[in-house]
């Protein structure tokens, strides 16, 4: 899979098929592995937890070319673990693992170069779109409690309010010049 982009999104759910409690994402320019080896890699996330068996999981992949006047390849793995019993160090746990999986992925690849920082107003809508689509709420209803700057990592991280009480985050960089959206997350409300 050299050429072309390759997304990658882990997703941390609370049981199978249900809305992820966080997710992160890396889109890498030329990864130099093949489908086989990323999703073996992906699928070593599943024993993080050191355990007998592996964690609950679905891994998929699609591949595919894009022709729109110029073509490009892509490919897209995702992979979604159920955090179900293991606990908030299980969750620390699984961070800590997909932190380093990435970085082995980027050393295999291109790169995903980070351009400069994006406005807080940007990253502000930015974060609220994947939000809104990835949790099936409206951005309207997303009240910014909390806006950080990363000055090494050249991004913004959010925590939102919803109307309903759940609240959500999200960090948001530049990739490839482009306001992207790496990692997002939801939490329940508190009773």
């Not at 997710?23 to 599943?46: C, F, H, K, N």
């Not at 591949?63 to 729109?68: D, E, F, K, L, S």
Request: proline share 3%; charged share 25%.
């Amino acid at each position: 899979m050299q050429d072309g982009i390759t997304t990658i999104i882990v997703n941390l759910t609370d049981y199978p098929g249900s809305d992820p409690q966080a997710s992160w994402i890396i889109a890498l320019d030329g990864l130099d592995m093949s489908v086989e080896d990323t999703m073996r890699e992906l699928q070593e996330l599943t024993w993080a937890t050191k355990d007998e068996y592996p964690v609950m999981s679905s891994l998929r992949s699609r591949q595919g070319v894009h022709n729109w006047g110029a073509s490009s390849t892509f490919a897209e793995f995702i992979l979604e673990m159920s955090a179900g019993g293991v606990g908030a160090l299980g969750a620390v746990g699984f961070q800590a693992a997909v932190r380093d999986l990435f970085g082995r992925f980027r050393v295999r690849s291109r790169g995903d170069y980070w351009g400069t920082t994006i406005s807080e107003e940007e990253a502000l809508r930015v974060a609220r779109r994947r939000i809104a689509t990835q949790y099936g709420v409206e951005a309207d209803d997303l009240t910014p409690k909390r806006a950080e700057v990363d000055a090494v990592n050249d991004s913004h991280e959010f925590r939102f309010e919803h109307s309903d009480g759940r609240a959500f985050g999200a960090v948001v960089g530049v990739l490839r010049d482009s306001p992207t959206c790496m990692r997002i997350w939801r939490e329940e409300p508190q009773t």
